[in-house]
């Protein structure tokens, strides 16, 4: 697991305080089946609409599928890697976050990772689990390649880049990020949306949200119809 002290910040979740409370309402919102729309800068202008036909205790499942992020990124390898093109046709998990964070970040890539385990191995070979981190000055891609098989598994993949490229990629399916902001004690403070994103292998298309409460029981549950393209 990600030592939460190993960059001097106290322990504490670095997710904005706007977008917590935002996430909150969008999430009750969404269980009574009303649209949201919210930017990260916290004017009217839309981020993305979310609407949901059904709630099982973990997933919300979307009536309005988003698109898979037009994305191409820097993989752990230092390789370019075209999000659309690459996670074609497979069960894919999308989550921005950042290795720096104290608690959220670590904890889905753990319960994720415990989940993962414990499907067939032909089953956890199709699942590809995406972190791009929301902030790429610290998270190149060789802190990447460090962070994500002890916070979370060496299966997943991470993504490093420009941070207005990431940022716009988040946007498209409903994600507000801000840009890393230093402190004046020296932390840097990176404040993002912390919901997973499941896209069908199906239909390529976005068609399950799942908050940061998810915990290892509930995603092991859900995965094995998600790597299908099926409700949960």
């Known amino acids: 697991m990600h030592n939460p002290k190993s960059d001097g910040e106290p322990r504490r979740s670095r997710r904005a305080p706007l977008v917590a409370a ?3 309402t969008a999430a009750f919102a969404v269980a009574a089946g009303f649209a949201v729309t919210q930017n990260d800068s916290g004017d009217d202008s839309p981020v993305s609409q979310v609407s949901a036909e059904a709630k099982t205790t973990a997933a919300t499942v979307l009536t309005q599928p988003y698109t898979k992020p037009d994305l191409v990124l820097t ?5 370019k890697f075209d999000l659309r093109e690459r996670t074609k046709g497979r069960p894919t998990l999308i989550y921005f976050g950042y290795t720096h964070c104290p608690d959220v970040c670590p904890l ?4 994720l990772s415990i989940a993962r385990k414990q499907l067939p191995k032909a089953d956890q070979d199709k699942l590809q689990v995406v972190f791009v981190t929301t902030d790429p000055e610290r998270d190149t891609a060789a802190e990447l390649a460090k962070w994500l098989p002890s916070a979370g598994d060496p299966s997943f993949i991470g993504l490093t880049g420009d941070f207005p490229t990431i940022q716009a990629g988040a946007r498209q399916i409903g994600i507000g990020i801000d840009a890393p902001k230093k ?3 020296g932390t840097v403070t990176s404040m993002h949306g912390a919901q997973v994103v499941a896209f069908s292998p199906k239909t390529d298309q976005g068609y399950v949200l799942y908050g940061e409460d998810t915990t290892a029981d509930e995603w092991a549950a859900d995965l094995p119809k998600l790597i299908k393209g099926e409700k949960p």
């Open 22 to 24: 935002l996430a909150v």
């Open 75 to 79: 993989d752990t390898s230092g390789k």
């Open 108 to 111: 889905t890539m753990s319960n």
């Open 183 to 185: 402190e004046k004690n």
